[in-house]
């Protein structure tokens, strides 16, 4: 554990843990994955349109990395249009589940357990990073972290998509709300960032993007969410 600010701990050891037990639930529920096949074919327009942004109409042979990839769901989704995927999680629940799926469906793509805070992969190699509802899960300076390794494995003219909570919380959640740091805290943890649109799009301008674009959108649950565009220049 380590502070963010008075009377608010990060536990890193507890997220590997915690999600492990949440996937072993959603498969005993019988259900496909994590999100719903509503909430995975709009993450894939999402990357669809930003691919249209850069004029690449053609997902074939682009090297895509989704950032906490999870049950696979996505990613799996993103291969059967074309696109090169690689996944990383660091529950390794998720990413055999996510290996399962893949053998099922006869897709070839590369999962592996890892950490989005040092990703194992060499500088430059990726034409499309996807952050689907990762970093609203990372806190503090951590942030730092990801946004450096993810401008560090994107390719020159490369995109970041970014889609994360953002704004107030849900009235359920409003007692949870830490205003100071922006983050819904439990028992003295920090478990979610939802910062400001405009700040987060500041925070990965500073991590050396360009912002190409940016809007927020109510989702199915009735959250709001960033969905935005950067680019490596």
């Known amino acids: 554990m380590r502070k963010i600010c008075p009377g608010i701990l990060m536990l890193h050891t507890d997220y590997q843990g915690i999600h492990e037990q949440r996937y072993k639930q959603i498969r005993r529920d019988g259900r496909?994955?994590?999100?719903?096949?509503?909430?995975?074919?709009?993450?894939?327009?999402?990357?669809?349109?930003?691919?249209?942004?850069?004029?690449?109409?053609?997902?074939?042979?682009?090297?895509?990395?989704?950032?906490?990839?999870?049950?696979?769901?996505?990613?799996?989704?993103?291969?059967?249009?074309?696109?090169?995927?690689?996944?990383?999680?660091?529950v390794p629940m998720a990413i055999s589940w996510a290996e399962e799926k893949a053998q099922l469906q006869s897709l070839d793509l590369s999962f592996q357990v890892g950490s989005v805070l040092n990703l194992p992969f060499s500088d430059n190699c990726f034409d499309l990073v996807l952050d689907a509802d990762c970093s609203h899960c990372i806190i503090g300076v951590d942030r730092g972290l990801f946004l450096a390794n993810a401008f560090r494995v994107l390719?020159?003219?490369?995109?970041?998509?970014?889609?994360?909570?953002?704004?107030?919380?849900?009235?359920?959640?409003?007692?949870?709300?830490?205003?100071?740091?922006?983050?819904?805290?439990?028992?003295?943890?920090?478990?979610?960032?939802?910062?400001?649109?405009?700040s987060i799009c500041k925070e990965v301008e500073s991590a050396g993007f360009h912002v190409m674009d940016w809007r927020v959108e109510d989702f199915e649950d009735h959250h709001k969410e960033l969905i935005a565009y950067f680019l490596k220049l």
Not at 164 to 191: I, Q
């Open 32 to 90: 496909s994955g994590w999100s719903s096949d509503s909430a995975v074919q709009g993450m894939c327009d999402i990357v669809e349109e930003g691919q249209n942004k850069l004029k690449i109409t053609r997902p074939g042979h682009v090297k895509l990395l989704e950032l906490g990839c999870g049950d696979g769901s996505v990613s799996l989704a993103l291969a059967r249009m074309g696109y090169e995927v690689s996944g990383i999680d660091i």
């Open 155 to 198: 390719k020159k003219g490369g995109l970041f998509v970014m889609v994360a909570l953002c704004g107030e919380p849900e009235p359920e959640l409003a007692k949870y709300f830490h205003r100071e740091s922006r983050c819904l805290v439990r028992d003295g943890v920090a478990a979610r960032y939802l910062g400001l649109p405009e």
